[in-house]
């Protein structure tokens, strides 16, 4: 403050103190006249100063002619009341306490001297701090007197002691009860004309809970042994309980409290505002110590994210922890500043770290990687890491120099492995996402030995073909290099440690096999062990699918509510299955099912399955329209809703779904499409049920109009009538939502090309623009690759071909007419997608069964037997009718067991 605000400030203070220690129910204050008068200053100018103290929330002004100045004073004279105190300085006055906020005005401006209320809420919340707030409004709004008291009390201090704990509430006249050796005045006395705050109030006891209903009826009450005096109190009461109210109060207390106030705990809170008190305590602490306050990210997220049990109470007891754990560093080491990291808090704070990859992309949107927060009492400041997205040629260096400064900061060994699991996925993210754009084969050539980049591309195709799964040209030429600088490193016997080793085998056991063959290659090739660590890392280059999965954090579902026994089940049978991502759950409501149960059973699975990331719920008609706000409302989950559902309004919310986390932009797409649905019923079931084998893929930057004018060019200009090749056309407006197209479709099908506007680089599926189409009118790029794509009488007849000279037990010509009949028959009858891979290994095994059974040996027990017949009943009883024909012929009968082997070899199990 300047000295004449300072000397206006003060002379206000004593003016007020020495009013209210003469008259206390009188309002204190001064008039901008009387203090310019008294010390002879200019009126405009006290004025001036009187509104910037107004402003800064030191004073208040009370309306009135003459306008009052005063400042709000505790019993002892000191300043109680700010008026920036308010609710508008509230974390979360436009968010989740807007509600309880609306309430507590609402409770306090009621006429003639507001209405009594209950703060519910688990501890720990701030239902005492609210109480507070609710003072200071009816304070600022002229409802109560400046120096109208507020006086808190928690009844849980004496609830082992119910006389004094109702002496204390009430007064008690000396003698009334053993150790009541005075007279003594109730809180209820000196809270008269004001506020009276009760937390735990559950904690009061019966005969408390009575003299209070009669004290808010009557305004009187009778302090303990003193019958006879009955003393009024005009108070207000507001109390608190962390319990249920019905089970702890009395019904007829609760009926005489008209307003209550659920205060929600921590959880139920934005991120955002739990990012907003996080910055505030941050704040509080630096002022506290005078020192500046620097949090690393990785402290940031998990106290976003960390299971804070006992709420906001408890997070400012975890960063005064925190912050008292680095200050001792500091201290001691003689640090030159402050700076907080997530080893400075306990094991449960650190756990928020796990949380990350579940909600990372909400968590980025608040503060990114590579930035540090600092707090000082001017507020906060972000500062960027200057080395943000300079990488090295690998990721090596950045985890070495990771675990030298926790080492250096005296982090414990595990504290290490705990921190560097979660660290290396970032690092690694930041690593493979180098190599967006593509790199020249010939460049990379220069610096990796061309013997590397061969054996990467057979394993990629390998792994390609066993994972069903395309995989981006940044993985290849990633693989390449770190493979490349691993093989250095192992050579000049520096070690290699990679903490997500036992996650990556358990979670990915599969790629992890699929690492060990490239890793055995490798250690032939160039004569070194490569150590299981290295392998895990080579096995995330082929997770990166699931890596990312993790890093965009939860995704939106979609819950399909419809009537009937099975009308919802069947669309989302559908949808599943052709879109391939799960995320569609159904609701059948029988006819006869009361609104009620199948209020409470929707709003079960709903809560049952949800990611965090809100829920899109469709719905044919009558009530179910109306419960997606209930549930809103209930339970906190955001809902949309859309009505007069159909398969392919689900099939579309499904995909979006697995591209867009913002459900309210899914909502308006979808809305925007509905009217067009019916005409593009046909190009989305040919993208999500393609007839032929080898696909070829045409996208546009301007949507899929453009990209099915590309697939008519082609059809007319190369002839497919004879190939099973099938051109399928896709918008690349949406990157992300192609890229998931193209990957659905790859699980079962050959992409052979793709032509378009927009290059998705992929690996191994060679891109052809658009423009090459108009300079080279023969197509010949396409043709050749169509050529080169064998009919399946082709394929068939290279792999009888073949089995004839392996077997030679049977006729394999006779044969081979018999098992095309069984596999044609399997498609129709169990509706399997075989590619030629899994053709390949049937008609091997099929062809060695036959051989088995007509030299009577016994198949092999299959461990899975009964598992695999009650899983897949149906289609265990279609394909023993299949094998009838093979079974006459040979004059053989399968056996059960050969039976499930068979199951197992369809379903890839």
């Known amino acids: 403050m300047t000295k004449s605000e300072e000397m206006i400030f003060n002379y206000l203070k004593d003016r007020c103190n020495e009013q209210m220690k003469k008259d206390k129910d009188k309002q204190a204050g001064c008039t901008t006249k009387e203090i310019a008068e008294d010390l002879d200053l200019q009126r405009t100018n006290v004025s001036a100063v009187l509104n910037k103290l107004c402003a800064s929330g030191k004073v208040y002004k009370i309306k009135g002619k003459p306008t009052i100045y005063a ?113 003594r005045q109730g809180l209820v006395d000196k809270a008269n004309g004001g506020i009276l705050f009760l937390d735990e109030i559950h904690r009061l006891p019966p005969e408390g809970q009575e003299m209070l209903f009669m004290l808010i009826d009557k305004g009187v009450y009778t302090p303990l042994g003193d019958i006879d005096n009955k003393k009024n109190s005009k108070v207000l009461i507001i109390c608190a309980t962390t319990e249920d109210v019905d089970s702890t109060l009395l019904a007829t207390f609760t009926r005489r409290i008209p307003i209550t106030i659920n205060v929600p705990a921590l959880k139920e809170r934005t991120l955002e505002e739990r990012f907003e008190l996080i910055c505030e305590f941050f704040k509080t602490e630096s002022i506290r110590i005078g020192k500046e306050i620097t949090v690393s990210t990785d402290t940031i997220r998990a106290l976003l994210l960390y299971n804070c049990s006992g709420n906001i109470g408890q997070l400012k007891s975890d960063i005064q922890l925190g912050c008292a754990n680095a200050f001792l560093k500091f201290v001691s080491k003689g640090r030159k500043s402050i700076a907080v990291h997530s080893t400075d808090f306990s094991s449960n704070v650190r756990q928020g770290l796990v949380m990350y990859k579940q909600y990372s992309q909400r968590v980025d949107e608040i503060i990114k990687d590579d930035t540090k927060l600092s707090f000082n009492f001017k507020g906060t400041k972000l500062h960027v890491d200057s080395n943000n997205g300079v990488l090295p040629d690998n990721f090596y260096d950045s985890i070495e120099k990771r675990i030298q400064e926790l080492k250096d900061r005296g982090v414990e060994e595990a504290d290490i492995n705990f ?90 056991g599969e790629e992890y096999g699929l690492a060990l063959i490239i890793a055995n290659k490798l250690e032939e090739e160039f004569d070194i062990k490569i150590p299981a660590d290295e392998v895990g890392f080579i096995a995330m280059f082929l997770c990166i699918d699931d890596l990312d999965e993790e890093s965009e954090g939860s995704k939106p579902i979609v819950v399909v509510a419809m009537h009937g026994r099975s009308t ?53 008609m009558g009530s179910l329209g109306m419960f997606g706000e209930l549930i809103t409302e209930e339970t906190g989950i955001e809902i949309r809703v859309i009505d007069m559902v159909s398969t392919l309004l689900v099939i579309e919310c499904s995909r979006k779904a697995q591209t867009n986390n913002n459900i309210h932009q899914i909502w308006e797409e979808v809305q925007h499409s509905i009217s067009f649905l019916s005409n593009y019923s046909t190009s989305l079931t040919q ?41 399928i056309a896709i918008s690349a407006n949406d990157k992300k939502e192609m890229y998931n197209t193209i990957n659905v479709l790859s699980k079962g099908k050959k992409i052979i090309a793709i032509v378009g506007t927009v290059n998705p680089n992929i690996y191994d599926i060679p891109f052809i623009p658009t423009s090459e189409l108009f300079f080279d009118s023969n197509y010949t790029r396409i043709k050749d690759i169509v050529k080169r794509i064998k009919t399946p009488d082709d394929i068939y007849k ?107 070899i369809i379903f890839s199990i």
Do not use: W
């Open 798 to 904: 290279e792999i009888f071909e073949s089995l004839e000279k392996e077997i030679t037990e049977i006729n394999i010509m006779e044969f081979k007419p018999l098992c095309i009949e069984l596999i044609d028959e399997i498609r129709r009858t169990i509706t399997v997608d075989m590619d030629i891979y899994k053709v390949s290994g049937f008609i091997l095994h099929l062809a060695c069964a036959v051989v088995r059974l007509i030299n009577n040996e016994k198949a092999s027990v299959c461990t899975r037997r009964e598992e695999i017949k009650s899983t897949y009943g149906k289609e265990y009883d279609n394909l023993k009718k299949s094998l009838l024909p093979i079974e006459r012929y040979y004059n053989i009968e399968f056996s059960p067991d050969e039976l499930c082997y068979i199951i197992m």
């Open 71 to 183: 400042i709000a004073l505790s019993e002892e004279g000191e300043q109680s009341i700010k008026a920036e105190g308010s609710f508008e300085t509230l974390i979360g006055k436009q968010g989740s306490l807007k509600k309880c906020i609306q309430q507590a005005k609402a409770a306090m401006l009621y006429p003639p001297n507001g209405l009594h209320t209950l703060l519910l809420g688990p501890t720990g919340v701030g239902k005492t701090m609210f109480a507070e707030l609710m003072y200071k409004f009816t304070i600022e709004q002229s409802i109560m007197p400046h120096n109208a008291p507020f006086v808190a009390f928690n009844c849980a201090d004496y609830a082992n002691n119910p006389q004094l704990l109702l002496s204390h509430l009430f007064g008690s006249k000396k003698g009334s009860f053993t150790g009541a050796d005075k007279d």
């Open 687 to 727: 993208n999500y049920i393609p007839s032929k084998d080898n696909i070829i893929i045409t996208n546009c930057i301007t949507g899929e109009g453009s990209a099915v004018k590309l697939k008519n060019m082609i059809e007319e200009r190369v002839n497919l009538s004879d190939k099973d090749i099938q051109v």
């Open 419 to 508: 921190i560097m699991s979660f660290d290396i996925k970032n690092y690694f993210n930041k690593y493979i996402g180098k190599f967006e754009q593509e790199v020249n084969k010939e460049e990379l050539s220069k610096i990796v030995d061309k013997n590397i980049i061969t054996i990467v591309e057979n394993f990629l195709k390998t792994a390609s073909e066993q994972l069903k799964r395309i995989f981006p040209t940044k993985v290849f030429y990633g693989l390449c290099l770190h493979i490349s600088s691993s093989i250095e490193r192992i050579m000049h016997q520096k070690n290699i440690v990679n903490h997500n080793l036992t996650e990556i085998i358990q979670k990915h």
């Open 568 to 620: 919802a089940s069947s669309m989302v049978e559908v949808a599943n299955k052709l879109v391939g991502g799960n995320n569609v759950y159904a609701y059948d409501m029988n006819l006869d099912k009361k609104p009620k149960i199948a209020y409470q059973e929707l709003k079960e699975l709903i809560i049952e399955n949800h990611q965090g990331a809100g829920v899109i719920l469709l719905v044919d």
